[in-house]
């Protein structure tokens, strides 16, 4: 603060900042003098989860060392790289098709071409906390209908049914390796207390309620009304049949494109079961660091568990992240190109309206 100052923010002015005692003051007046790192602080305390996701998957190849990883991928099949790309679509494409019988089963009235478009364009936020929800805007800007709380339901619905099918995968080896055992028992109480939550009546009135106790979250109660009418609607067998099995093709495909990148890096000796194992409990680890995506926690897991069964460090990071990059960044890039052909016919269909 500079001498005669008032400690008061004059009109349009931002207050001053106390200034910190010794060495932290010096850091804090240079990082004042220097606008660009100002801002870039501010940029990682605005999304330090996903700063934090990148510092792991950074800490992870430099723990490896880059060169080995260079020489693991010198190293590599291409071709079976290449067979991961129409394999990570078909994931998408299974998962859309489920999605759209989930929005169908809950009253949204939508397309099945829109639907799976919608699935390939929210991947883009897939890096971004909580960045499946944004195919709830997704759906509002294509004209397709349907009450905000009831598309994130169907959304909320899928991926749990999602994550649990892809847990299944350590069930072969869960009492036989320590620990796994109590992880399955945590995950499935879990579960069936989400779906008790949310299909219980007064279970559900009850946690609304306590939601609407903090003033923030009130704004929100139209939308977490409508949220258990879309997961009731997700247990009619019409509805929940076909969701089921498109799941269940997708997270066999999952396995599949973590198996396809295991081939491409040379590491055959993990067989099906510790394939499923392997990354099916990467999958449960990650999901519990909150990290976007589960970067960086999903990959750390995997090289552990990869190592464990044979699998040379290297190969094993080399492995996790050529999967990353295959099946969200790949997928991401043709999100993005799904996304731009959505808006432009949503804004094609503004224009003829008017």
Do not use: K
């Amino acid at each position: 603060m500079t001498p005669g100052s008032s400690g008061r923010a004059g009109d349009g002015e931002e207050p001053d900042t106390p200034e910190l005692p010794g060495a932290a003051g010096r850091v804090q007046r240079e990082i004042e003098r220097r606008p660009r790192v100002r801002r870039g602080l501010g940029f990682v305390r605005r999304h330090w989860l996903e700063t934090l996701a990148v510092l792991f998957l950074v800490g992870l190849i430099v723990a490896v060392g880059p060169s080995h990883l260079v020489e693991a991928y010198r190293r590599a099949r291409w071709i079976w790289i290449v067979l991961m790309i129409p394999v990570a679509l078909a994931i998408y494409l299974f998962r859309g098709i489920g999605w759209w019988v989930a929005l169908r089963g809950a009253g949204v009235e939508i397309g099945l071409g829109r639907g799976v478009a919608i699935m390939f364009a929210g991947q883009t936020m897939i890096f971004m906390p909580a960045g499946d929800l944004a195919r709830v805007a997704l759906v509002e800007e294509s004209g397709g209908g349907g009450e905000e709380g009831t598309v994130a339901g169907t959304i909320a619905f899928q991926e749990l049914l999602f994550l649990a099918l892809l847990g299944l995968g350590v069930l072969p080896r869960a009492f036989a390796v320590s620990g796994v055992a109590l992880l399955v028992l945590v995950m499935t109480a879990s579960h069936v207390g989400v779906f008790t939550l949310l299909l219980w009546r007064p279970a559900y009135d009850w946690a609304v309620a306590m939601v609407e106790r903090f003033r923030l979250l009130r704004r929100f109660d139209r939308q977490l009304r409508e949220l258990r009418p879309a997961f009731v609607a997700m247990f009619r067998w019409r509805t929940l049949l076909p969701l089921a099995l498109c799941n269940v093709l997708a997270a066999l495909t999952t396995y599949g494109l973590f198996a396809l990148a295991l081939e491409a890096m040379g590491a055959r000796s993990v067989g099906p079961i510790n394939i499923a194992f392997a990354y099916g409990l990467a999958h449960l680890l990650s999901g519990l660091s909150f990290l976007p995506g589960g970067i960086g926690s999903m990959e750390v897991v995997l090289v552990a568990v990869l190592a464990r069964m044979g699998v040379a460090t290297p190969v094993a990071a080399a492995t996790a992240v050529l999967f990353r990059v295959v099946n969200d960044g790949l997928m991401a890039l043709v999100g993005l190109g799904v996304g731009w052909t959505l808006r432009r016919r949503s804004r094609a269909r503004r224009v003829d309206r008017d």
